[in-house]
């Protein structure tokens, strides 16, 4: 079955530490993207690439890096600059064409991280 | 960033009601989707929307892509207790970025 799949599910981390959460998908979606959702917010974007070797910030990109390499993969990594990381991670892919069903943004399970 | 604005915040029903929520934007979208979430897992797709007027179906959901191309609405038929969870509405802007209301947290009792 095709899908996104995000791991770790659940990660820990020290202050100070750098973290990388991965993205794959096998979609073959050209485009792909990175949320935080803090309790009971929204979804705000953190980068998002519309193809390999391109990427864009989003609107609270601040903190965070990301790399497209190839077309599966789009992993996040949360630095140490990253004030607040504690928080839930989802990551989505799409396909643009014009196709009926397209445009749709689909999502991995998410990657919930906590600070200690 | 923007976030569109999502009504209502959260609502408690009862089972077997119809409910009802909407979204509005300052901006035209070509595209809106609607998106239910449980807890600790990541959105699924309920229904999306390409065209304004657009009345679309799926099982006891209905939504709509307003006229004015700047709301939707998403209406839930006989609600039953697998309703609850968040629902979130979300645009497709002309740079390829999806804007996210801020969701409807729905509790169904039984």
């Known amino acids: 079955d095709g899908g996104i799949t995000q791991s770790p599910k659940y990660l820990f981390r020290k202050e100070g530490q750098n973290v990388t959460l991965s993205c794959e998908q096998n979609?073959?979606?050209?485009?792909m993207y990175w949320y935080r959702q803090d309790p009971g917010q929204g979804l705000r974007l953190i980068y998002y690439?519309?193809?390999?070797?391109?990427?864009q910030k989003g609107d609270i990109a601040e903190g965070y890096s990301v790399s497209r390499e190839k077309k599966e993969s789009f992993p996040l990594t949360v630095t140490s600059a990253q004030k607040n990381p504690t928080a839930f991670y989802l990551c989505?892919?799409?396909?643009?064409?014009?196709?009926?069903?397209?445009?749709?943004?689909?999502f991995g399970a998410g990657s919930r991280l906590t600070v200690l | 960033g923007q976030q569109l604005n999502q009504s209502p915040q959260s609502m408690f029903i009862q089972e077997g009601e119809d409910v009802s929520m909407n979204c509005t934007s300052s901006?035209?979208?070509?595209?809106w989707l609607w998106y239910k979430q449980d807890p600790g897992e990541g959105p699924v797709l309920l229904i999306a929307?390409?065209?304004?007027?657009e009345l679309t179906s799926n099982g006891r959901l209905t939504a709509q892509f307003g006229i004015t191309r700047k709301d939707s609405f998403l209406n839930i038929s006989a609600s039953i207790p697998s309703d609850v969870g968040i629902y979130f509405c979300?645009?497709?802007?002309?740079?390829?970025?999806?804007?996210f209301g801020t969701g409807t947290r729905l509790k169904v009792l039984a």
């Open positions: 989505a892919s799409t396909q643009w064409d014009g196709h009926s069903g397209a445009n749709v943004l689909t």
């Open positions: 979609l073959n979606h050209d485009a």
């Open positions: 690439s519309q193809i390999v070797n391109d990427f």
């Open positions: 901006s035209i979208f070509n595209t």
């Open positions: 929307l390409y065209k304004a007027g």
């Open positions: 979300a645009g497709l802007d002309r740079t390829y970025k999806y804007i």
